[in-house]
């Protein structure tokens, strides 16, 4: 066993919708050699269950991988309701263990979400908070859905992703926030490439010393 497969290393990723968590969270995953989960899917599976008339709570406590890899994961109907899903407490707490049990694996992992600096992994070494205007955003999804063919509108793409910020901003439990020791990265004006640059750069020093720690 090599001293990269033996560390432990967590880099923990939040912010709003399509800010470029996704994105940023994978380029350190490919270029660290870490682990990569995207917890918005746990959400979304969930979402998918109840809109097919299961009990939220239930499906979240028997969640099991091979769940998460359905196509309608990305509708607008279930990117809706896994916000609204993500309110309820007995939700979040099924979804904890399966989301710190990731975490801490051998060999390091990275985690994008909501909570991910505040609640799932506050001991992360690396704490990342990707933002960007609401209307950049917007922007962003829309581009998306044209490319793959919907016919959706700005205006509508815009207020979807306004509400969801809102009930991920406002909820009682795990609200979206920076964690307080969170790098702030505001994509905005920045390209794919740049923002992830930062991202690397950010999370260098404490990828090195971890290996030295642990050799
Ligand atoms: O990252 P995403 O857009 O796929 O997330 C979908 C929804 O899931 C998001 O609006 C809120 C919820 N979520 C959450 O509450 N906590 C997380 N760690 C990840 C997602």
């Known amino acids: 066993m090599s001293v990269y497969d033996s560390i432990r290393f967590t880099v923990a990723i939040d912010g709003p919708a399509a800010a470029g968590k996704g994105t940023i969270a994978r380029g350190l995953a490919d270029h660290f050699g870490l682990a990569y989960l995207d917890t918005g899917l746990l959400y979304r599976t969930v979402a998918a269950k109840a809109l097919g008339g299961h009990d939220p709570i239930t499906a979240a406590s028997e969640l099991i991988p091979s769940d998460m890899t359905s196509q309608t994961l990305r509708s607008p109907q279930v990117t809706q309701m896994a916000s609204k899903v993500a309110v309820i407490p ?5 979804l904890l263990v399966f989301q710190k049990n990731f975490a801490s694996q051998d060999g390091g992992s990275v985690l994008d ?52 910020d809102k009930r991920d901003i406002t909820r009682i439990e795990a609200p979206l926030k920076p964690a307080c020791d969170a790098y702030i990265l505001d994509t905005s004006k920045l390209s794919i490439v740049t923002s992830l640059q930062k991202a690397i750069d950010f999370t260098s020093e404490a990828y090195v010393k971890a290996i030295k720690f642990n050799h």
Do not use: H, W, Y
Not at 90 to 94: C, D, F, I, N
């Open 113 to 164: 979400g909501r909570d991910i600096g505040t609640m799932i992994c506050p001991e992360a070494q690396i704490k990342i908070f990707i933002t960007a205007s609401v209307e950049i955003r917007a922007k962003r999804r829309f581009g998306e859905l044209q490319n793959s063919g919907s016919k959706t509108t700005f205006k509508k793409v815009l207020k979807d992703i306004k509400e969801r």
């Open 90 to 94: 007995e939700v979040r707490a099924a």
